[in-house]
């Protein structure tokens, strides 16, 4: 089977057009059940009009979904905002109060030190609905967390979550709840190994910083590193404390990284590692601000090439938390996370985009989910540079002598994700059905009376 594409000299009647399909399945295929956790609210915040992250980039990322139809392929649930009770599994309950009261016009009324505290400022502004909004994204990571634990999904994403340089104090990066973490933690609960992978351009700071003195964590992180590049850490000695020395992998790579070198880099040191830490869960964020032409990047991969990691991931298969992170040219960004949806769920997309949505004319002049991205930035990654990176990694990896084993005795009970309330609405069911079924009971005991006389 095949997509018909139109050309320049072939060019199809609008009846064979409703029948060319928009993807067709890969001839091998594992057959994975993947669930898409998204609710469409957390696209209409604001962070302002000059700030680069901008969130209408999972509409955009919803829409290409739609136009090439991938919402059948898989289970759609549209999840609830986290409860502060969740959010306090990980965060202080000082920050979380805060951003539950702050608004953009108490910020003016607060001092310098209020606000130096919180660490409110450019990178991370309050706006309206903040609190609301990083419920929503925290939300779909911990409902994607919870059909993987329930065994209902094989590989669960959410596009709007992947927010790793928030800290338990405060927010980084622009990331004010780290959903991550918080997904994790929730993981953990009966999973005795977890693997987090992260190939945004920025290193995973926050989600490091909470397990780097664990060993049923694995944090790995591809990223750009010289000591000064946002958050500023990362450096491959950055190996872990405690239970945790050599639990956490950093790969620094420098400016105008290209697809081949990244994608062998990543091959050779991902294999060994999945086989000597054996994790029974992986959670991979994936920012699209590695890609070439981002706002905010210096690297030059192509959209096939960054997608070509997450494949590659899906290989092992080993059930996958799959989630967003950075990435400030949106255009680019919902065609990664389009692509990357076509690859966890083994179909092919047509590279032409479906032109029957509104936001068709964000993706021209080209109309293409696969434009050339490479070459803006010269490649300062040498090959010895590279292979000596891979060393000191291999050399990590030869100290972790086993895979971590934990005894997982019994297993806390609230990993329904049900708040106090949907519980109170069940128990109160279960009350009513119960009282039924006694009721007929009765009623039938009374029946078969009246027939004995």
Not at 57 to 81: V, W
Not at 353 to 375: A, C, K, R, T, V
Request: charged share 25%.
């Amino acid at each position: 089977m095949s997509i018909i594409n139109e050309t320049n000299t072939f060019t199809c009647d609008e009846k064979t057009k409703q029948y060319i399909p928009l993807y067709y399945e890969n001839i091998i295929s594992n057959k994975t059940n993947v669930s898409y956790h998204f609710n469409p609210e957390v696209s209409q915040y604001h962070y302002g009009s000059l700030h680069p992250m901008k969130p209408f980039r999972l509409m955009l990322t919803d829409h290409l979904m739609i136009s090439y139809k991938l919402y059948e392929k898989m289970d759609c649930y549209q999840p609830r905002k986290a409860t502060k009770e969740e959010l306090l599994q990980f965060h202080s309950e000082e920050y979380i109060n805060f951003l539950q009261t702050i608004t953009p016009e108490k910020v003016k009324t607060l001092s310098d030190q209020v606000l130096g505290k919180f660490n409110i400022g450019d990178d991370c502004p309050i706006f309206d609905g903040i609190y609301d909004y990083s419920s929503i994204y925290t939300g779909a990571s911990l409902d994607a967390s919870r059909k993987l634990i329930n065994n209902m999904s094989d590989i669960a994403i959410n596009w709007s979550g992947g927010l790793h340089h928030a800290k338990k104090f405060e927010p980084s990066g622009f990331c004010y709840v780290n959903d991550i973490v918080l997904s994790i933690i929730n993981l953990l609960r009966i999973h005795p190994r977890v693997m987090y992978i992260d190939i945004d351009l920025h290193h995973g700071d926050g989600v490091q910083e909470a397990f780097y003195t664990t060993d049923r964590v694995m944090t790995v992180s591809f990223h750009k590193y010289n000591g000064e590049f946002f958050p500023g850490t990362g450096s491959v000695d950055e190996i872990g404390l405690g239970n945790g020395k050599n639990y956490a992998i950093n790969v620094p790579l420098r400016d105008g990284i290209d697809d081949e070198n990244y994608i062998r880099l990543f091959k050779s040191i991902m294999e060994p590692l999945i086989t000597k830490f054996q994790p029974t869960c992986i959670v991979q964020q994936c920012g699209a601000d590695s890609l070439g032409y981002d706002r905010l990047g210096c690297f030059n991969l192509n959209i096939r090439a960054h997608g070509e990691c997450v494949s590659f991931i899906k290989s092992f298969g080993i059930p996958m938390l799959v989630l967003g992170g950075g990435g400030y040219t949106p255009r680019n960004v919902s065609r990664l996370w389009c692509y990357e949806t076509s690859i966890l769920n083994d179909v092919t997309l047509d590279h032409k985009i479906p032109n029957y949505l509104p936001s068709y004319n964000w993706f021209g002049p080209d109309y293409s989910l696969h434009p050339q991205l490479e070459g803006r930035i010269d490649n300062k990654n040498s090959k010895k540079y590279l292979e000596s990176v891979k060393q000191e990694i291999m050399e990590q990896i030869r100290y972790l002598n086993h895979s971590p084993s934990v005894q997982m005795y019994d297993i806390p009970p609230d990993i329904t994700g049900l708040t106090d309330e949907e519980d109170e609405i069940i128990n109160e069911l279960n009350m009513e059905f119960e009282k039924d079924r006694d009721e007929k009971m009765m009623r039938d005991d009374l029946r078969n009376s009246e027939l004995m006389v």
